[in-house]
C-alpha cells in the first residue's frame, strides 16, 4: 500500500478490437505484428475510450504476442511501455489480461505500489526478501502439524476426539506429516510456493486482480463495492 488517492475508471465497455470469442489470438496477431514489423499500438488493440482520456499516453504504449510454448504459464506482462499477451489467450482472457497490465502501466505512471515478477523470479533483486519472508512462513506452516481437534475435522468429519482418533493421528498422521518433511525435493517445492505466494501479495498484483475481478461492474456495483 503506498497512501495514494485512486479514482477508478470503468471497464465495463472496454473490447478487444481484435480476435473473437473462443480462438486464440494467434490467428490473428501474428500476422499483423509480422505485416508492421513492430509491435502494435494498445488503441489498435483494445476499445477504452475512458481510460485514454485518463491517460492519452497509454494509447502509444505496444502490444506484442507470444506464443504460449514461450510464455508458459504466464498470460501476459508488462515492462517499460510494453504489454506482452500470450497468443493462446481467446478474446475475452485477452482482455481481462490485458486489463490487469494495464494497471500496472497506471501504477508506473502514478508512481503506485507495483506488481512483480511471478513465481521463481521473486527470488531475485529487491524482491528476494519478501519471497524469503513467504518462505519463512511455509516452513513454520510445514512444521507444525494440524490439531488433533483439527484432524479429527478434516480426516474423520466429527467434532470430538475418540480414542481411536487419537491413536491415528499419532500412529499414522504425525510420522507420515515427518516424513514428508524428508523427502527429497521439498525445500525446492517450497521456494517455488513461497514465490508465488510472494508475488501474489504484492500490493501492486492485488490491485491489478481487482481490476480484473470489477471488470463487468456497474457503476452502481463499484461504489456499492469499495
Same mark, same amino acid.
Given at each position: ?82 504489454? *506482452? ?11 481481462? *489480461? ?129
Amino acid at each position: 500500500k503506498d497512501g495514494k488517492w485512486r479514482y477508478e475508471i470503468s471497464d465495463k465497455d472496454a473490447s478487444m478490437k481484435i480476435g473473437r470469442k473462443g480462438t486464440p489470438l494467434k490467428s490473428f496477431a501474428r500476422d499483423l505484428v509480422r505485416e508492421l514489423d513492430r509491435p502494435l499500438r494498445l488503441s489498435d488493440v483494445l476499445d477504452h475510450p475512458a481510460l485514454f482520456s485518463a491517460y492519452p499516453a497509454l494509447q502509444d504504449y505496444g502490444v506484442t504476442f507470444v506464443p504460449a510454448e514461450v510464455m508458459g504459464p504466464t498470460n501476459g506482462s508488462f515492462s517499460g511501455e510494453l504489454f *506482452t499477451l500470450n497468443d493462446a489467450l481467446a478474446a475475452r482472457e485477452a482482455l481481462s *489480461t490485458l486489463l490487469h497490465e494495464i494497471q500496472h502501466g497506471i501504477q508506473n505512471i502514478e508512481g503506485f505500489a507495483s506488481g512483480g515478477p511471478s513465481g521463481e523470479m521473486m527470488w531475485l533483486g529487491d524482491m528476494r526478501p519478501i519471497a524469503m519472508a513467504e518462505y519463512q512462513k511455509l516452513i513454520a506452516e510445514i512444521n507444525r502439524p494440524m490439531s488433533l481437534e483439527e484432524y479429527a475435522r478434516q480426516a474423520w468429519g466429527v467434532d470430538s476426539v475418540t480414542d481411536e482418533i487419537r491413536q491415528d493421528y499419532a500412529q499414522n498422521f504425525v510420522p507420515s506429516h515427518m516424513a514428508a518433511l524428508e523427502r527429497k525435493g521439498l525445500d525446492g517445492d517450497l521456494q517455488r510456493t513461497a514465490g508465488w505466494r510472494a508475488y501474489r501479495r504484492l500490493a501492486g498484483e492485488v490491485e491489478a486482480r481487482n481490476t480484473q475481478a470489477r471488470q463487468g461492474m456497474t457503476d452502481a456495483q463499484r461504489r456499492a463495492t469499495p
